[in-house]
Nanobody
């Protein structure tokens, strides 16, 4: 069982920055590697994947709509995943969720909702114009 807790959301003006954090409590790399990802859900829209990272290698994937603006990373010592969000736009307004699942030997991770079993409660990001 992997428990996830997000933090770092807030309200910013367009062009601003935020850094989201997701702590994976009760996880140890001795148990195996994780795929971890950030998702978001705007009001009235489906949840969509934003970026993913393979815990063991740090290999990342970013969706096109955040390429060059957002960066996913992790800190092994702190069991924490981050999402650095720069040049924020009003359309980035959403509830952001972190998610995880065991990597089972995978060499890369995707951003498909069905690939993840463990979810955090979410943190709200609001970008005003």
């Amino acid at each position: 069982q992997v428990q996830l807790q997000e933090s770092g959301g807030g309200s910013v003006q367009a062009g601003g920055s935020l850094r989201l954090s997701c702590v994976a409590t009760s996880y140890s790399s001795a148990y195996g590697s994780l795929c971890m990802a950030w998702f978001r859900q705007a009001p009235g829209k489906l949840r969509e994947g934003v970026a993913s990272i393979l815990w063991s290698s740090g290999k990342t994937f970013h969706r096109d709509f955040v390429q060059g603006r957002f960066a996913i990373s992790r800190d092994n010592a702190k069991n924490t995943m981050y999402l650095q969000m720069n040049s924020l736009k009003p359309e980035d307004t959403a509830m952001y969720y972190c998610a995880a699942n065991w990597a089972y030997g995978r060499t890369s991770c995707d951003t498909l909702e069905t690939s993840y079993n463990y979810w955090g409660q979410g943190t709200q990001v609001t970008v005003s114009s």
